[in-house]
């Protein structure tokens, strides 16, 4: 199993970013996605998840509205599009195949 995330980087509060997560070795359609993050000094936290057909999603209150998780199951390759990001949102960011494996995680800084 291999996760590699990618689309991290330095963004002003208010900007957006997309995030990816390149899948490999398991059958990704058959996989549900996710996408935690964590800032430095707090705990690893789940940001959103996404279903084996992309037809059912759930997303953290704190990014409600302002993050989309999609996926193409054709690349292999969850997204994380950002928008409206905040300060709060600064955190490295990681891709989670189901219940199990993790990506190295890719950072995310909002700052002025």
């Known amino acids: 199993v291999q996760l590699v995330e990618s689309g991290g980087g330095l963004v002003q509060p208010g900007g957006s970013l997309r995030l990816s997560c390149a899948a490999s070795g398991f059958a990704f359609r058959s996989s549900g996605m996710s996408w935690y993050r964590q800032a430095p000094g707090n705990e690893r936290e789940l940001v959103a998840v996404?279903?084996?057909?992309?037809?059912?999603?759930y997303y953290a209150d704190s990014v409600k509205g302002r993050f989309t998780i999609s996926r193409d199951n054709a690349k292999n390759t969850v997204y994380l599009q950002m928008n409206n990001l905040k300060s709060e949102d600064t955190a490295v960011y990681y891709c989670r195949l189901g219940s199990g494996s993790w990506g190295q995680g890719t950072q995310v800084t909002v700052s002025s």
């Open positions: 996404i279903n084996t057909f992309g037809s059912s999603t």
